[in-house]
């Protein structure tokens, strides 16, 4: 089983709509973390957490919110979701007492019709 | 704060070819530094990660990568490609220390390998 899962996979949406992505870990990181990617433009962090009661915006967290659930799962919510938020979504997970690799997710491509 | 370029954003190659993709970073200290791989349709792979010491590292799959103070860069390398080495490469780069967590990725590479 991979040790970064991420659910759905693929989702078709359409604008105004809210809607949850969500990441499940089990590798035993304390650390989890949000990116987009879009072509081009390589990936950018949106929120990042490093444990339950430790959550931080990144580099473009206007539009998004998210929720640590517990140490293994993040979720990341489009409240009301936009055409320009179309874009590639990975979840990554990483361990300070590792050297902070991040390891990541499958992704999940999200389409705002 | 630190900065990734990678200069080529396409590369093609021919099977069997040596190859070598560029990175440049900006950074004040040593920084972490991170080769991943995205083939279609899926997600990053960590091919090898240079933290301190040696400054050639090997990676998964073949690869490797150098890292030179003098030039800010970590160049990756492989002597012969093979045609499942066709996906896009991102360079990333990490503040060594407190700020580890901060990965800043280059815009990647897109490698294509001709048979």
């Known amino acids: 089983d991979a040790d970064v899962t991420q659910t759905p996979r693929n989702r078709i949406t359409k604008t105004g709509k809210r809607i949850m992505l969500e990441c499940s870990q089990t590798k035993g990181h304390d650390r989890m973390y949000w990116y987009r990617q879009d072509p081009g433009l390589g990936l950018r962090l949106i929120y990042y957490?490093?444990?339950?009661?430790?959550?931080n915006k990144g580099e473009i967290s206007d539009g998004y919110s998210v929720s640590r659930q517990a140490q293994a799962k993040f979720s990341l919510s489009l409240e009301s979701a936009i055409p320009n938020q179309t874009a590639l979504y990975f979840c990554?997970?990483?361990?300070?007492?590792?050297?902070?690799?991040?390891?990541f997710g499958p992704g999940t491509r999200l389409t705002v019709l | 704060a630190q900065s990734v370029t990678q200069p080529d954003i396409h590369i093609t190659v021919s099977e069997g070819a040596s190859l070598e993709l560029r990175c440049n970073y900006s950074?004040?200290?040593?920084?972490?530094l991170f080769w991943y791989v995205q083939s279609p349709g899926q997600g990053l792979q960590l091919l090898l990660k240079?933290?301190?010491?040696?400054?050639l590292v090997q990676g998964i799959k073949g690869f490797e990568a150098e890292f030179k103070r003098s030039q800010s860069s970590f160049n990756l390398r492989k002597p012969s490609v093979h045609w499942s080495d066709a996906a896009e490469y991102f360079c990333?780069?990490?503040?060594?220390?407190?700020?580890?967590?901060?990965?800043?990725f280059g815009k990647g590479t897109k490698l294509s390998v001709i048979p």
């Open positions: 990554a997970t990483s361990d300070l007492t590792r050297t902070d690799t991040q390891y």
């Open positions: 950074y004040g200290a040593t920084p972490y």
């Open positions: 990333a780069v990490a503040a060594s220390g407190a700020g580890s967590y901060q990965l800043t």
């Open positions: 957490s490093f444990d339950v009661k430790d959550i």
């Open positions: 240079y933290f301190s010491g040696d400054t």
